[in-house]
């Protein structure tokens, strides 16, 4: 799936994972692998450019 740039919200369920970390995969020429704590929150916000 290709993202049109703009700013986009990703709500996950804090229940659904175990244990509560997230890792995104971010593919935009270098390969780049965020990990998230969903402890924090259960949004996150990416912005593509």
């Known amino acids: 799936m290709e ?3 703009g700013s986009y919200i ?3 369920s804090k ?3 175990s244990p509560k ?3 995104l995969t971010l593919l935009s020429g270098e390969h780049t ?3 998230v704590s969903l402890d924090k929150s259960s949004t996150i916000k ?3 450019k």
């Open 15 to 17: 229940l659904a994972y």
């Open 46 to 48: 990416i912005c593509v």
């Open 3 to 5: 993202l049109n740039p």
């Open 21 to 23: 970390t997230l890792t």
């Open 33 to 35: 692998v965020k990990e």
């Open 10 to 12: 990703i709500q996950v």
